[in-house]
């Protein structure tokens, strides 16, 4: 099973309550089974006796978990609790007996068509994520009306990564994608890859090479805010500064707790004469409401709604809400019980005359 390669992670979990007040799940559902430990002890369970793998409440619990890996980031010893659950899933689905609604929403992703492209080719290339094409245009277009206005050409690719299905456990069907995205950008002579989308970033980062179907190495892949800051300072910015003003940064579960860059959209934000101001009661606590599970609004509805709600009774202030992660914009426009003041960075740089 791949969860015998976590041992040391059932181990050091299972036991310990010091990260649960981390666990995004665990906050809005306040049961033990949704939190690092919890999950633990379930495992622990399996690796004992693989027969309890078929049981239908861990199942769930195991496909309930929301992947933030926020206890994993701030864990003092980092134990990878999210590398464990998703060691779990694909074991599961290596047995088949994932939830029914995963299994539909595995057989949807499988029929993704392939990368399409639009404009000339070119060095650099901005991906857009099938999903956040469907869902949320106005970030491609603010990111591509920004390029414009610096005088940047760069070509669009539009596709899906594998990502989800990796998250969910199917590591073949994942792989398939990552060669036919791997091929499309090698065979486009891209030497840069940006994306709003952190998740594609982590997949090309951590799952692509874990799955052997890694980037050539002279491709450079950028989340949006890591190229935008990167041309302000080098002074590139040609466009006029936006107008500044106090934004709360939600941030991005992947940009942070997987990619340990979860600074740069606030340092791009601050670079560009906006106010920082810190949300919610810590630094520490997930408010991306389940973008680490990428596709935790079709699986979960109903724990996005109350993760949103949580968002929403901590949103006091009436300045902005400024999101890194597409999913993250999608999921609070969608499943807040009230209308947010939220944009994307891509949108907030747009709307203020960058
Ligand atoms: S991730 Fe770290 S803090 Fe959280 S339960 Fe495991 S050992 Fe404890």
């Not at 010091?18 to 919890?38: I, K, Q, S, Y």
């Not at 779990?88 to 995963?102: I, K, L, S, T, Y």
């Not at 539009?158 to 036919?180: E, I, N, S, V």
Request: with cysteine.
């Amino acid at each position: 099973m791949h969860i015998e390669k976590h041992l040391d992670v059932i181990n050091a979990c299972r036991f310990c309550f010091m990260c649960r007040h981390l666990a995004p799940v665990g906050n809005v559902t306040f049961r033990e089974a949704d939190t690092p430990r919890g999950r633990a002890l379930i495992l622990d369970k399996v690796r004992m006796n693989p027969e309890h793998l078929r049981n239908p409440d861990y199942v769930r619990a195991i496909f309930r978990s929301e992947l933030s890996a926020a206890c994993r980031f701030h864990c003092v010893s980092h134990y990878d609790e999210a590398g464990l659950v998703l060691a779990a899933r694909r074991d599961m689905v290596e047995a088949g007996v994932e939830p029914e609604n995963v299994k539909a929403l595995a057989a949807e992703l499988q029929q993704q068509p392939a990368p399409q492209w639009d404009g000339a080719a070119g060095e650099l290339v901005y991906f857009v994520d099938s999903r956040t094409a469907e869902t949320q245009p106005g970030i491609a277009a603010a990111f591509r009306k920004i390029m414009a206005e610096n005088g940047l050409a760069c070509r669009t690719l539009t596709g899906d990564t594998g990502k989800a299905l990796w998250t969910l456990g199917y590591a073949a069907a994942a792989r398939k994608l990552a060669l036919g995205f791997r091929d499309a950008v090698r065979s486009s002579g891209c030497r840069t890859l940006v994306t709003s989308c952190p998740a594609s970033l982590d997949a090309w980062t951590h799952d692509y090479p874990a799955m052997d179907a890694a980037l050539d190495d002279r491709v450079r892949v950028l989340h949006t805010s890591e190229f935008l800051l990167e041309l302000a300072e080098r002074g590139q910015w040609k466009t006029p500064a936006p107008a500044g003003g106090p934004v709360c940064c939600l941030g991005s579960d992947f940009l942070k707790n997987f990619l340990d860059r979860g600074d740069v959209p606030a340092r791009l934000l601050r670079k560009l004469g906006f106010t920082v101001e810190r949300f919610g009661t810590n630094d520490e606590e997930s408010y991306a409401v389940g973008e680490g599970a990428v596709v935790y609004d079709r699986l979960e509805p109903e724990l996005v709604k109350k993760m949103c709600a949580r968002v929403a009774a901590l949103c006091r202030d009436p300045g902005r809400l400024i999101t890194v992660a597409p999913y993250t914009r999608h999921a609070l426009s969608a499943y807040s019980p009230r209308p947010l003041p939220v944009l994307s960075l891509e949108e907030l740089l747009m709307e203020r005359g960058v």
